[in-house]
Every structure is written in structure tokens, then in C-alpha cells.
């Protein structure tokens, strides 16, 4: 399973024997639950609900969604888990702009957003969710990271209330009109991963 082998390696990170790791992969169709995941929010659990350690609530994960994991040291980088998050967010948000999508936070909502056609009122926009951002320290060790909207059935999140917003939307690259292949993205993301690291105390050790 892909958390266990996760937490294996950011063990072994924080015990010295091995090294800093990004692993990039794509997930079969699940939905999993952060520390303050509420049962209420599993609208119509369609698919497995998988429990992790992560913070946040419900999201979906399946085809067409590109998966981070994020495993670095911070007790060798600094200790201040607001600045990784915010660097975290920074980095797919710069990512996603060099692909043409103007992706940004959003004060009290976790996750990378940006606008929308509105449909419900002509001319306007809307904001809806990209991308979700969930993370936890072990042993000043980070763990899980991003998830971003390539081309995943957007249906999927249905059956939950993604991530406890029920009043915003989801969308994708795809829904966008953008490029929603990994080999794409994950070219933005190693492009701009040498500024992301550039917030911490020293340079990267490895980016798989």
C-alpha cells in the first residue's frame, strides 16, 4: 500500500538511513480521511474510504489525479511546519501558472483554487477547487502533500463533501481546456521544485 511504503521511507528519513524523498503517482479510485474528517460528510461512499494521518477531511483520489507525496526533513531544514505548508502551496500554484492556470489560496479554505465560469450569473465567476493539500510531521519528517485535478472523472466527488466545502466546486485541467497529461505537469513541478526547497535551510537530496 502506497501510505505504508510512505511512512516506511519517512522513518527511515528521520533515522538517518535514507534520503529525502517527492514520490509522484496516481491512485485507483478512493476516498480518504484526515484527522478531522466528519462521517456526515460521506455523502455516498461509492469507494473504498481509506482512514489516514493526514490533516484535513474527506477528498477523492482516483485516474486522472496527480498524487505528491512529500517526505522531507525538517529537522535538518527548520522546524516550522506553517512555512512548508505555505511553500507547499506555493510551489503547485507556481507550477500550475507556468501551465496557465491562475491558481491561488484562499483565505480560511485549505487547497489550491482558482475561477470558473459561473453559470448562474452571466459573465461571472466562480471559485472552485484544483487541488487539496494535506499534510502531517512524524518526527519533524513530512508526510503526504498535494493531490491536482488532471483529468479525473469529477463525478467522483459526489460522494463526499470534498474536503468539508459544500457550497464550492471542483474542477480540473481538463475542465479548463489545459494539458492533463503527467508527463506535462510533473515537468512544471520539477521546474519550479528548486525555489520550493529554496524556503528551507538547504537543497534537496533527492526528487523521485
Not at 460521506?42 to 483520489?61: A, E, K, N, S
Request: net charge negative; proline share 5%; with cysteine.
Amino acid at each position: 500500500m502506497a501510505v505504508a511504503e510512505m511512512e516506511a521511507r519517512a522513518a527511515a528519513i528521520a533515522a538517518g538511513t535514507a534520503r529525502e524523498m517527492v514520490w509522484l503517482l496516481e491512485h485507483p479510485p478512493i476516498y480518504t480521511g484526515g484527522t478531522s474528517a466528519d462521517p456526515a460528510e460521506l455523502r455516498d461512499p461509492h469507494f473504498p474510504v481509506v482512514q489516514t494521518g493526514r490533516g484535513g477531511r474527506y477528498t477523492y483520489h482516483g485516474p486522472g489525479q496527480r498524487i505528491g507525496y512529500v517526505m522531507l526533513d525538517l529537522d535538518r531544514r527548520g522546524r516550522d511546519v506553517r512555512q512548508f505548508v505555505h511553500a507547499l502551496e506555493g510551489w503547485v500554484i507556481a507550477a500550475l501558472g507556468d501551465l496557465g492556470v491562475a491558481a491561488f489560496r484562499a483565505p480560511g479554505r485549505v487547497g489550491i483554487w482558482t475561477n470558473i465560469p459561473d453559470l448562474a450569473n452571466d459573465g461571472g465567476v466562480a471559485e472552485a477547487k484544483i487541488g487539496a493539500i494535506g499534510v502531517r510531521v512524524r518526527r519533524w519528517v513530512t508526510l503526504h502533500g498535494f493531490s491536482v485535478n488532471l483529468s479525473p472523472n469529477l463525478s467522483h466527488f459526489s460522494g463526499i463533501v470534498p474536503c468539508g466545502l459544500a457550497d464550492y466546486a471542483v474542477t480540473s485541467m481538463e475542465m479548463l481546456g489545459l494539458p492533463t497529461d503527467f508527463e506535462t505537469f510533473d515537468a512544471a513541478l520539477a521546474l519550479r521544485f528548486a525555489a520550493f526547497l529554496q524556503t528551507h535551510s538547504s537543497t534537496a537530496e533527492n526528487w523521485a
